[in-house]
């Protein structure tokens, strides 16, 4: 099964938005990448085809765009510099979550936490 294929059925099973799920998909191989330790990630998307893409396209830690800010990015700052990129890419990867989900239909959003 390759990226694009996950993105769709995905997309299809959760009700989705096909770009919406892309980002979804996208940001969790890019998460992954960033956390795996060692070859992991590399064998894990060698049996993927087009994830390695998929995480390069929505990589987490890409330059955040000028202009951001809030608690998520304050939380990045603080949290980054004391416990490296690992954390990180997590809290980019649920910076970059947080968006799309006024996109999701009302039944399809996450519960507030």
Not at 8 to 23: H, N, P, R
Request: aromatic share 6%.
């Amino acid at each position: 099964m390759d990226a694009q294929s996950i993105v769709t059925i995905v997309s299809q099973k959760a009700g989705l938005d096909q770009a919406v799920t892309e980002k979804v998909v996208g940001t969790i191989f890019s998460v992954l990448e960033h956390e795996a330790e060692g070859t992991t990630v590399s064998s894990f998307f060698a049996k993927i085809p087009g994830a390695d893409a998929l995480a390069q396209k929505y990589d987490v830690m890409a330059a955040a765009p000028a202009g951001g800010g809030g608690f998520l990015s304050s939380l990045q700052g603080a949290l980054g510099g004391v416990l490296g990129e690992k954390t990180g890419a997590l809290i980019n990867g649920v910076a970059a979550l947080k968006a799309p989900a006024s996109t999701w239909p009302r039944s399809r959003r996450p519960a507030p936490c």
